[in-house]
């Protein structure tokens, strides 16, 4: 009687353990999600908080990890590096558990690692990754999938080392189709993957899948921009990085990303032979506003304009 029990204990506890490794909610709580990526990739950044905040009053663990993805959004999108801060020090505290405490931990990584703190970045998100691991969950296996994806390139050198990558892409690019909690956050790291591959025809696909469904977002527009140049379709990048420049001294200003238009566009110009237009951009760097979050920019462009002495 007494093995039965514990039998039936251990089945239960690894029932338990099992239900604990996923990003499952109620249903009306998942809709949740959907419903503040939704208005996060239609840059209804309020909407998108209050929704969140409604998650929270039900889930104390995943609105507050949802809460700051929205704000990761907002930098990622209006250069508010403040937004950036704030995501940081709250998703230090955030009361989450099973995945959606892996989820947490994913998204401090990345937060670090924008900030300056690579290394505790690094650690934060390897400590995600194999929560990640064990989890049967497609979004979570889709998470796991982009730090193993890179992980694999880091070794691609080493001799009879497993490469998995396509395999990788093949689950990110499933779960960027099906998911409508975290399709932003899969698609977009699938685009940059094919872009490192210099498979640009792929990554520009992707780009148009991800503007499908959030009309003229401002951001997918900007990597479609940088498909386009890769494929030397200068003239459709060009145009789409001054409407960007214009869309973002608008709305908010000499922000990150309008320098990184002027940025790209220096050398669209240049590599389409226009070196006046490429000049007249690189002037508008002299302007203290650029110098003042320079360090901001993009390392890759950064290093590609220093390496052909664009800069």
Same mark, same amino acid.
């Given at each position: 009687?007494?093995c039965r029990?514990?039998? *039936?204990? =251990?089945m239960?506890? %690894?029932?338990?353990?099992a239900?604990?490794?996923?990003l499952?909610?109620?249903d009306s709580?998942?809709? &949740? !999600?959907s419903?503040?990526t939704?208005?996060?990739?239609?840059?209804?950044y309020? #909407?998108?908080?209050?929704?969140?905040k409604?998650l929270r009053s039900?889930? +104390?663990g995943?609105? /507050?990890?949802?809460?700051?993805i929205?704000r990761?959004?907002i930098?990622?999108?209006?250069?508010?590096?403040?937004?950036?801060f704030t995501?940081g020090k709250?998703l230090?505290? /955030?009361?989450?558990?099973?995945?959606?405490?892996?989820l947490?931990?994913?998204?401090l990584?990345? !937060?670090?690692? +924008?900030? %300056?703190?690579?290394?505790?970045g690094? =650690?934060k998100t390897?400590?995600a990754?194999?929560?990640f691991?064990d989890?049967?969950?497609?979004?979570?296996?889709a998470? $796991?999938?982009?730090?193993a994806? $890179? !992980?694999?390139k880091s070794?691609?050198?080493v001799?009879f080392?497993?490469?998995h @990558?396509e395999?990788?892409?093949? !689950?990110?690019?499933?779960?960027s189709k099906?998911?409508?909690?975290?399709w932003? =956050?899969? =698609?977009?790291? &699938?685009?940059?993957?094919?872009? #490192?591959?210099?498979?640009f025809n792929?990554? &520009?696909? &992707?780009a148009?899948?991800g503007?499908?469904k959030a009309?003229?977002?401002?951001v997918?527009l900007? *990597?479609k921009?940088d498909?386009?140049?890769r494929l030397? @379709?200068y #003239? +459709?990048?060009?145009?789409? $990085? +001054?409407?960007?420049?214009?869309?973002?001294?608008?709305?908010k200003g000499?922000?990150?990303r309008?320098? /990184?238009?002027?940025?790209n566009?220096?050398r669209? $110009?240049h590599?389409?032979?226009k070196k006046?237009?490429?000049?007249?951009? @690189?002037?508008k760097?002299d302007?203290p506003?650029?110098?003042?979050i320079e360090s901001?920019?993009p390392?890759?462009?950064m290093d590609?304009l220093?390496?052909?002495?664009?800069l």
């Amino acid at each position: 009687m007494l093995c039965r029990f514990l039998l *039936i204990s =251990l089945m239960l506890s %690894g029932f338990a353990f099992a239900e604990n490794l996923t990003l499952a909610l109620p249903d009306s709580l998942s809709q &949740l !999600v959907s419903k503040a990526t939704a208005q996060t990739m239609a840059l209804k950044y309020g #909407d998108a908080m209050a929704t969140a905040k409604t998650l929270r009053s039900h889930n +104390e663990g995943a609105g /507050c990890v949802l809460e700051n993805i929205v704000r990761i959004s907002i930098y990622d999108d209006l250069g508010d590096t403040a937004a950036l801060f704030t995501a940081g020090k709250q998703l230090e505290k /955030c009361k989450s558990e099973g995945m959606w405490d892996a989820l947490r931990k994913f998204e401090l990584g990345y !937060v670090q690692s +924008e900030t %300056g703190h690579s290394v505790s970045g690094a =650690l934060k998100t390897r400590s995600a990754a194999k929560m990640f691991e064990d989890s049967k969950d497609q979004e979570a296996r889709a998470f $796991y999938a982009i730090y193993a994806y $890179y !992980v694999d390139k880091s070794f691609s050198w080493v001799p009879f080392k497993s490469d998995h @990558r396509e395999e990788y892409l093949a !689950v990110l690019d499933s779960a960027s189709k099906k998911s409508t909690r975290f399709w932003p =956050l899969f =698609l977009t790291p &699938l685009i940059w993957m094919h872009y #490192d591959k210099e498979d640009f025809n792929t990554g &520009l696909k &992707l780009a148009e899948r991800g503007l499908a469904k959030a009309p003229n977002h401002p951001v997918m527009l900007q *990597i479609k921009a940088d498909m386009l140049y890769r494929l030397k @379709r200068y #003239d +459709e990048a060009a145009d789409i $990085y +001054e409407k960007s420049a214009a869309d973002y001294m608008k709305r908010k200003g000499a922000s990150i990303r309008y320098w /990184c238009s002027v940025l790209n566009l220096i050398r669209i $110009y240049h590599d389409a032979g226009k070196k006046d237009k490429a000049a007249e951009q @690189r002037a508008k760097l002299d302007d203290p506003k650029y110098r003042a979050i320079e360090s901001w920019m993009p390392g890759s462009l950064m290093d590609d304009l220093k390496k052909r002495k664009l800069l």
